[in-house]
């Protein structure tokens, strides 16, 4: 029996391995984790679910996240501290508590500390280039803060390309993407199970777009989604046109990115 059939049942949130995915293998089980996320994530299942892959070496984790069905998949998060050999482990689960934590799930994770690893040696520090460089590449960096505390750079998912068409696409570069999402459809399904007895007529749809947008306002006002009203036009609740008893809802999803750039000009007079 494979992990995933394993722990699929259980039900989670956040998934640590202790050790990082790499050698001739790397393929075979990158792939095998991408359609397990993608299972117990998806239309059925409709479990929430992050895996954080540790890695201490930046090449290996740069290499890990450019495999193709890593960089289409908002729900791996290569974390790397590089030339943290011996805390394999540390890395994943830290992040994992680190992501864990957080009862926004929009807020950024940008210098988050991370008091469970123990800061690396000088040689191993990286420029801020080369760091640049594996942001970049989908990898989640961490790096030894100004306090001597190691803490999270960006938590960048390894998503980099549309699953559709392999187009470059950042729409859920940061992990917050996968958390806001998740937390907007936890939020929806509550709201409609709450009063599941529905006929499944346009009064009904109508009654049930109403409610769900009641909840993606009140998602707007707490700044995890955006620009709900001007998108409201854009949700509907609309009978299937071959199961009589099924409504698909089409809910419009702009979620609050992160302020991780802060440009500023010197005027000087």
């Known amino acids: 029996m494979s992990i995933q059939e394993i722990i699929a049942p259980l039900g989670h949130t956040i998934i640590a391995l202790s050790a990082p995915?790499?050698?001739?293998?790397?393929?075979?089980?990158?792939?095998?984790?991408?359609?397990?996320?993608?299972?117990?994530?998806?239309?059925?299942?409709?479990?929430?679910?992050?895996?954080?892959?540790?890695?201490?070496n930046?090449?290996?984790?740069?290499?890990?996240?450019?495999?193709?069905?890593?960089?289409?998949?908002?729900?791996?998060?290569?974390?790397?501290?590089?030339?943290?050999?011996d805390q394999v482990p540390e890395i994943a689960a830290t992040v994992a508590a680190a992501l864990a934590d957080s009862n926004d799930p929009a807020v950024p994770?940008?210098?988050?500390?991370?008091?469970?690893?123990?800061?690396?040696?000088?040689?191993?520090?990286?420029?801020?280039?080369?760091?640049?460089?594996?942001?970049?590449a989908g990898v989640c960096m961490i790096a030894t803060g100004a306090d001597g505390v190691p803490e999270i750079v960006r938590a960048m998912s390894t998503y980099q390309a549309n699953p559709a068409n392999g187009?470059?696409?950042d729409i859920v570069a940061d992990i917050n993407g996968a958390l806001v999402l998740d937390y907007t459809r936890k939020v929806v399904r509550q709201a409609v199970r709450k009063n599941g007895r529905r006929k499944n007529t346009a009064r009904q749809r109508k009654n049930l777009r109403s409610l769900i947008?009641?909840?993606?306002?009140?998602?707007?006002?707490?700044?995890?989604?955006?620009?709900?009203?001007?998108?409201?036009?854009?949700?509907?609740?609309?009978?299937?046109?071959t199961d009589p008893t099924r409504a698909n809802a089409q809910i419009p999803s702009d979620w609050v990115r992160g302020m991780h750039v802060i440009a500023a000009t010197l005027d000087v007079y």
């Open 58 to 85: 930046v090449d290996d984790a740069q290499a890990f996240a450019a495999l193709a069905p890593v960089k289409t998949n908002y729900r791996f998060v290569a974390a790397c501290y590089h030339g943290a050999f």
């Open 21 to 56: 995915i790499t050698g001739a293998d790397m393929a075979a089980k990158a792939l095998e984790w991408a359609t397990y996320l993608n299972d117990v994530s998806g239309a059925i299942e409709q479990r929430p679910a992050i895996l954080i892959v540790p890695f201490f």
């Open 213 to 241: 947008l009641v909840e993606l306002l009140k998602l707007d006002d707490a700044e995890i989604l955006q620009n709900v009203r001007e998108r409201a036009s854009e949700l509907q609740v609309l009978e299937d046109k």
């Open 109 to 136: 994770f940008n210098g988050y500390n991370l008091a469970g690893l123990k800061p690396v040696d000088d040689q191993y520090k990286l420029t801020w280039d080369r760091t640049e460089t594996a942001l970049s």
């Open 167 to 169: 187009d470059p696409d």
